[in-house]
């Protein structure tokens, strides 16, 4: 048995293209979520279960500083909702690679919340309904 050793990360230095632009300096989190649920089938008998699990659908949920300038990531979402996008996603900015991969898939564009509390920054939240599955990329 092999032994596996992690190298964790801390996010400071991504990058974020949804689109055809770079929206990290907004962004200050983002987590691909998978949701899947077993399928479940009990004939009559107790030997008679049958369980299998379909293709997980995912979910990018992005939390980002509110910005109502013309190019904000704000304006961008509310500006292409319904378009269906490329997303890639790099937890660590530089050179891809096996150890430094990013992570790609389609997304359609919905638009964020707005507003918020008085005396704070104004931060936003949007959950990206992802069209394909996720994959890494090193490339």
């Excluded at 190298?7 to 689109?19: H, K, S």
């Excluded at 983002?30 to 077993?38: E, F, N, R, V």
């Excluded at 500083?65 to 904000?72: C, G, M, P, R, V």
């Excluded at 919905?110 to 939240?125: F, N, R, V």
Aim: aromatic share 8%; hydrophobic share 40%; charged share 15%.
């Amino acid at each position: 048995m092999a032994t596996i050793t992690p190298t964790p990360y801390i996010l400071r230095d991504m990058l974020v293209t949804i689109g055809s632009d770079e929206y990290a300096a907004a962004i200050d989190q983002l987590t691909i979520t998978p949701k899947t649920s077993p399928q479940v089938f009990q004939g009559g008998r107790p030997s008679a279960k049958f369980v299998d699990l379909p293709d997980p659908e995912w979910d990018v949920a992005i939390q980002y500083a509110q910005d109502n300038a013309a190019t904000s990531f704000t304006r961008y979402l509310h500006a292409n909702q319904g378009k269906v996008v490329d997303m890639t996603f790099q937890p660590k900015a530089g050179t891809l690679s096996a150890a430094n991969p990013a992570v790609k898939c389609k997304v359609m564009i919905l638009p964020g919340t707005l507003g918020g509390t008085i005396g704070q920054h104004a931060k936003s939240s949007v959950t990206l309904p992802a069209i394909d599955q996720p994959a890494f990329v090193t490339a």
